[in-house]
């Protein structure tokens, strides 16, 4: 079990890289660091259900956030938890049931959750599911010698 995406119960897919999962692009802004532009022609392609379980596999990490999705065979959930950072979670395809603040709210494709730092929060998949989790990390500050 993979710790990075500081979710329980979540395993790494082991799939190859298609190839089209990062095109990134390096400019100068302003004279400083160079920005990269992230790419992912379509995030569906990236992890597949598996019978009886949830999959997790981090598509993205940025300076300011990382993406992970997770697919979840029908019945599978992510338990009660928290995260040390804020998320958005987004439902790609299936079914999900979210809970959090004591609410529980049907997510499906197209819909949006946001969760806070700490905010205890679970999730449960109706049907095969596949769901997008967004963590905002702190933007590094660039150190400037003096």
């Known amino acids: 079990m993979s710790e990075h ?41 990236l992890i597949k259900v598996q019978d009886e379980a949830t999959v997790s596999r981090t598509i993205m990490q940025q300076q300011g956030g990382n993406v992970v999705l997770f697919s979840f065979d029908a019945g599978q959930e992510l338990s009660e938890h928290t995260a040390a950072m804020p998320v958005f979670v987004q439902t790609i395809s299936g079914h999900l049931e979210v809970t959090g603040s004591g609410e529980t709210v049907d997510l499906l494709p197209g819909g949006l959750v946001y969760f806070p730092t700490r905010l205890p929060h679970a999730v449960k998949a109706v049907e095969p599911s596949i769901m997008m989790l967004t963590m905002i990390t702190p933007a590094r500050a660039a150190v400037k010698a003096q």
């Open 5 to 45: 995406h500081r979710h329980p119960h979540a395993q790494d897919e082991e799939t190859s890289s298609t190839g089209t999962e990062h095109a990134k692009t390096a400019q100068t802004v302003g004279g400083s660091e160079a920005v990269e532009l992230g790419f992912i022609p379509d995030v569906r392609t």
